[in-house]
Every structure is written in C-alpha cells, then in structure tokens.
C-alpha cells in the first residue's frame, strides 16, 4: 500500500513542494519529464501534474492527497478536504482597477466588467457583496485587459504587486488570502490515512521548526527571574550554572514572530551573549 501524492509538475509550487518532502526526511528522486516517481524511504508515489487538475485527480482518488494552492481548491470546488495549510505559495486574490479611478468602495464595480481566470471565487464574492458585476472569464495575462478595453477591473493573483503596477492598475480589494494546502480525497482507507498521519506528523514538525528559533544567553543571576520571565519556552526555560560565578546561562525556544521584540527586552534585562539558532526538527 502506497499514499499516492499529486504535486504541480513545474511552476511556483514546484519546488516547495519537493523541499518539503524532502525536509520530512522523504528521499525522491528528481522528476524531470516523469509523470510519476516513487520514494525510497517511504511508502509514497509522487504524480507530477498542473495544478488545475490536482483537485479533479484527489477527488475521483487517482491521487490520495495533494498539495496545491487554496486559491485552485476554492475555484475547482471538488470534493477534497484541505487538511493543513503548508506555509508557501503565499498570495491573495484581489480585484484590481486603473490607476486613474476613483475607487471608494465595492459599489464601483456595479455593472462593470471583471476579467478573471477565477470566475467561479468571484462570482461568490460579488453575490455576498450585493455587487451585479459582469465576470468575463479568459485564460491568462489577465491584467493587460482594462489596457485594452476588454474589462474595467480585473481579478487576478498577486504577490509583490509588481505586476499590477506595471500595469497601470491599483489592488482595491483582496478576495481570497492563499497559500498552499494539502488536500485529501474523502474516502481514504485506514490503512491510507495512517500514512497520512505519518506525513502529516513530519510535516508538522517541520513547519514548527520554521516558526522556532533556539536561543541561549547568559544572565547574572540576580536577573535570572525577570529573564526567564520574558521567555516562553517549550515547558520553562533550561538554566544552567556558567563556569563563573554569578551567572547562568538560559536556553529556551523563541517563536520567529516575537523574536526581535523579545531580544530587546532581553538586552534591557541585562542578558549577554545572546546566540539564536535555527531548529532542524521540533516535535513536541
Ligand atoms: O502549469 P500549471 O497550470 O501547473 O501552473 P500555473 O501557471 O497555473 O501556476 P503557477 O505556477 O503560476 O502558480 C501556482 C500557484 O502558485 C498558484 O495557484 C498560487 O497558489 C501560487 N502563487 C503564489 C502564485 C503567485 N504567488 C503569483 N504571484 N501564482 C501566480 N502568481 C502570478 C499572478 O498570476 C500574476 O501574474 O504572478 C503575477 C503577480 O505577481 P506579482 O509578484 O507581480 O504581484
Ligand atoms: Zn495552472
């Protein structure tokens, strides 16, 4: 028994996706004009495909799980269940107008055109905002179309914005923030969904030790107590006596997003010799 996994075959997810498995300890060999490759070290055959049929595969089970964008899975609208969000391919779908207009609110889209590869999240998006907007759905280089006359806004993906403002054209609304998700067919076997288990498991941990980071410092013990008090830890921090008296050093475990906020009161505590070191694994 294999857990069959269908990941984009070139393009932005591509890469991330083959990473992360490997980061799960999962040996692949490359897949280059392959459609379909096994794992040495574990019970898994990768399907190399487009993204847009990645959902339509998951559901009708030629694939057991997938990794894809939230912003396919919404559009698609199969029958998956998205189970973990991974944490790359971050984006958000967005309508966007020339920059010459006046734009207030969603009331300016009344009776407009939008040109957009995802008519099916805008459509929604437009009915749970009252808006009869007019969706024209075309294939790609979505945001030459106000340019030439094709639609008054479009909706389309952004990351930077480059591309928009290359364009001529302003982000007024943001309809949908993705990222990729893995996603799962309905009817997984038992046996299947222990693997997923396995995997998910892995890449849990991974995911954490991207979010951690370890630090280690050293305190004079008469502020032993305020620092520890700044630092969360997995259970309390660890103490342990330096070869000098008076002092400790302290290591903990710092999540990335309060990381330079809490530095800084460490310093003002009158913390040393502060080392922060990346986390290679981290179950808890
Ligand atoms: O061949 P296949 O069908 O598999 O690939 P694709 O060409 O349909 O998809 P691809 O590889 O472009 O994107 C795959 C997934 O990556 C998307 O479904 C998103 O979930 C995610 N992603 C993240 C993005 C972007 N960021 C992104 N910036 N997908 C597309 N873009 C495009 C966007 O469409 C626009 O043209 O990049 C341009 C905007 O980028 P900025 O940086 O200029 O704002
Ligand atoms: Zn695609």
Redesign the pocket.
Request: aromatic share 2%; net charge negative; hydrophobic share 30%.
């Given at each position: 028994m294999v857990l069959r996994v269908a990941i984009?075959?070139?393009?932005?997810?591509?890469e991330d996706s083959m990473k992360l498995l490997k980061e799960c300890g999962i040996d692949i060999a490359n897949g280059v004009n392959k459609l379909r490759t096994e794992a040495s070290n574990f019970p898994i055959e990768v399907y190399f495909?487009?993204?847009?049929d990645i959902p339509q595969y998951v559901e009708d089970g030629v694939a057991d799980i997938g990794f894809?964008?939230?912003?396919?899975v919404y559009e698609k609208n199969k029958k998956v269940e998205v189970v973990e969000q991974l944490g790359f391919?971050?984006?958000r779908l967005s309508i966007a107008v020339s920059r010459n207009e006046v734009y207030n609110d969603v009331s300016y889209l009344h009776g407009k055109r939008i040109a957009t590869t995802y008519p099916v999240i805008v459509r929604k998006f437009m009915e749970e905002k009252g808006v009869n907007a007019e969706i024209h759905e075309i294939s790609g280089s979505?945001?030459i179309a106000p340019g030439i006359g094709l639609a008054d806004a479009i909706c389309?993906?952004?990351?930077?914005?480059?591309?928009?403002?290359?364009n001529g054209l302003k982000e007024v609304e943001t309809v949908l923030k993705?990222?990729?998700v893995l996603i799962k067919s309905s009817d997984l076997n038992e046996e299947k969904q222990r693997l997923l288990d396995k995997l998910l498991f892995r890449i849990k941990a991974v995911k954490r030790s991207k979010n951690n980071k370890y630090i280690l410092l050293n305190a004079p013990n008469d502020k032993l107590s305020e620092i520890i008090g700044l630092l969360p830890g997995m259970k309390s921090p660890t103490v342990l006596p330096l070869a000098e008296s008076g002092w400790s050093s302290v290591h903990s475990v710092l999540k990335e997003s309060d990381f330079w906020e809490i530095i800084e009161k460490l310093k003002e505590a009158g913390a040393q010799g502060i080392l922060v070191v990346p986390i290679e694994k981290m179950i808890i």
């Open positions: 984009q075959k070139s393009g932005r997810l591509n495909l487009r993204d847009d894809v964008g939230e912003n396919v391919g971050k984006c979505v945001e389309d993906l952004v990351s930077s914005g480059s591309t928009l403002f290359m993705s990222q990729a």
